[in-house]
């Protein structure tokens, strides 16, 4: 598939996870607090917001390996949030985004 492609696929995942974040909390297996700190190194929005404005983008990049991303990545100091687009189901997006960010070691550990 093309990378458009796959990208538009992915979009309904990510906008639904994210909502789930912010609303129902816990219940999505991360809350918002938790992908906030996976992306930018923050748990809440600075007062004055962010420099640079966090993004969202999508790992169309082969890895060493020669495959995409199956889990999510993160640039924490220019707020984005590096998203998979292999996963064609809901649920199998979910599954990946919570184990890549529950097993990452977090900012600011070596």
């Known amino acids: 598939m093309l990378p458009f492609t796959l990208t538009i696929l992915t979009m309904p995942h990510v906008v639904d996870y994210i909502l789930c974040a912010i609303f129902l909390d816990e219940q999505c297996g991360l809350t918002f607090e938790e992908i ?4 930018t ?3 809440q ?8 404005t966090p993004a969202i983008e999508f790992l169309h990049e ?4 020669g495959q995409q991303s199956s889990f999510p990545k993160a640039s924490t100091c220019s707020c984005c949030l590096q998203l998979p687009v292999v996963q064609s ?14 097993n990452s070691q977090g900012f600011g550990y070596a």
Do not use: Q, R
Request: aromatic share 18%; no cysteine.
């Open 36 to 39: 906030l700190f996976f992306s």
């Open 41 to 43: 190194g923050v748990k």
């Open 45 to 52: 929005v600075p007062p004055l917001g962010f420099s640079p």
């Open 62 to 65: 082969t890895e060493d390996d």
């Open 89 to 102: 189901t809901y649920a199998d997006f979910v599954t990946a985004v919570v184990f890549g960010i529950t």
